[in-house]
């Protein structure tokens, strides 16, 4: 409530202000006119939040024609219909999770799934900063859940739009599952709206894309996985870890990715659930701690398999994520409980305590992988789709 009560910039404020440049026919991307524009749309002036990555727009260009809905209202009223959209969307997302899972919505574990939903950390602090990270995982999994193909492909879309490292991951789920269909209708709607977003950027636009792109991955910026950044444990890929341990940028780059994919090769052959797909996206590449929202999909099939040690061992490890244990941490840093020292070299903080998400989606992947493969017939197929295929209720 805070983030709707004041004038201040926030995660949806950069993408809100590029679209709104977009619909004027500028440099969406043009970091000096950001500012101009923010106070334009009733913005309150800032410096730059101690990053000058808070003026410069990263969202790719089909963003912005999603976004022009917001970008027609000042500030105050596009934070509102933000948070409108994304608490609408939420107990669609739940229901398309329970859908998806066979779970019944006044069953026991359906109130339960809803309750551990509705407690989750991420959740709350994708709202509470307004991350577009929450509506683009919300329209994933609705897309992923929809039984018609153009449905749930146009969804998944507007997914991809939203958010491109979440969309991804279920579109490469309808992908490896050979929803092609689907997939096409997917990628149809993300091509759509690119040309739609590419007709009204200027030539130049690539120029301050590329430019604004510089400034996430300079050392301490946001994206920035080192000591550098002081918030870097609210960063969830394998990255944090590896350099602590490797103290090589390019190293832990490397091995990020073999480990994710070699887990990618496992879930492939194994033909597991989308749960541990998306999970296993979290890990080699710049994802936030926002972005562990997708762990509801994991929490759903644990509470689907409660009678399996499986489902219990998967509630367990997800219930880390009930706790903002990066948050904590980081305001025992900013009140000098723990020093600049034991922030930056401390074995237990930089192994362990700040990465615990990390580490917890580790162990839930390592947990789903142990799943025994499915029938041939149910390969690729939603968990409801089966059931209704075996005459399940």
């Known amino acids: 409530m805070r983030a709707l009560r004041t004038r201040e910039p926030n995660d949806f404020s950069t993408s809100y202000v590029a679209a709104r440049l977009w619909l004027r026919g500028n440099d969406a991307y043009d970091s000096t006119k950001f500012m101009p524009a923010w106070v334009e749309a009733g913005g309150q002036a800032f410096a730059d939040r101690g990053s000058p990555t808070n003026t410069r727009p990263a969202y790719p260009p089909p963003a912005l024609p999603v976004l022009t809905p917001f970008a027609?209202?000042?500030?105050?009223?596009?934070?509102?219909?933000?948070?409108l959209l994304a608490c609408l969307l939420f107990p669609v997302t739940i229901w398309s999770i329970l859908r998806f899972y066979g779970i019944g919505w006044s069953s026991s574990e359906g109130l339960a799934l809803t309750a551990y939903a509705l407690a989750l950390t991420p959740w709350h602090t994708a709202l509470a900063v307004m991350s577009?990270?929450?509506?683009?995982?919300?329209?994933?999994?609705?897309?992923?859940?929809?039984?018609?193909?153009?449905?749930?492909?146009?969804?998944?879309?507007?997914?991809?739009?939203?958010?491109?490292?979440i969309g991804l991951l279920f579109l490469l789920e309808q992908v490896f599952s050979k929803r092609w269909?689907?997939?096409?209708?997917a990628i149809s709607g993300l091509v759509l709206i690119s040309v739609i977003a590419l007709v009204r950027l200027p030539p130049q636009w690539i120029s301050s894309y590329r430019e604004n792109l510089h400034y996430?991955?300079?050392a301490g910026g946001v994206n920035d996985f080192t000591a550098a950044n002081p918030i870097r444990f609210d960063l969830l890929n394998l990255q944090v870890i590896l350099y602590?341990?490797?103290?090589?940028?390019?190293?832990?780059?490397?091995?990020?990715?073999?480990?994710?994919s070699a887990l990618l090769v496992v879930w492939w052959r194994r033909h597991t659930d989308i749960s541990v797909l998306v999970l296993i996206g979290l890990l080699p590449f710049y994802q936030r701690i926002y972005n562990a929202g997708l762990v509801m999909l994991a929490i759903a099939w644990g509470f689907a398999?409660?009678?399996?040690?499986r489902g219990k061992g998967v509630l367990f490890v997800s219930a880390i994520f009930l706790v903002p244990g990066a948050a904590l941490l980081q305001t025992l840093h900013e009140?000098?409980?723990?020093?600049?020292f034991a922030w930056d070299h401390s074995v237990l903080i930089n192994l362990f305590l700040g990465p615990e998400a990390t580490w917890a989606i580790?162990?839930?992947?390592?947990?789903?992988l142990t799943v025994p493969r499915p029938p041939i017939e149910n390969r690729g197929v939603p968990v409801s789709v089966a059931g209704v295929a075996r005459g399940s209720t």
């Not at 929809?146 to 879309?157: F, Q, R």
């Not at 269909?181 to 209708?185: M, S």
């Not at 009140?335 to 600049?340: A, T």
């Open 72 to 83: 027609m209202l000042p500030w105050t009223a596009a934070k509102w219909a933000f948070t």
């Open 244 to 260: 602590f341990l490797f103290q090589n940028y390019g190293l832990a780059n490397v091995i990020s990715w073999a480990i994710a």
């Open 362 to 368: 580790l162990v839930l992947i390592a947990i789903l």
């Open 216 to 218: 996430f991955q300079t």
């Open 181 to 185: 269909r689907r997939a096409g209708w």
């Open 305 to 309: 398999h409660l009678r399996e040690w």
């Open 335 to 340: 009140r000098r409980w723990i020093s600049d």
């Open 132 to 165: 577009p990270s929450a509506i683009a995982i919300e329209l994933g999994i609705i897309g992923a859940a929809l039984a018609k193909d153009e449905a749930g492909g146009i969804v998944t879309g507007l997914s991809l739009c939203w958010k491109p490292q």
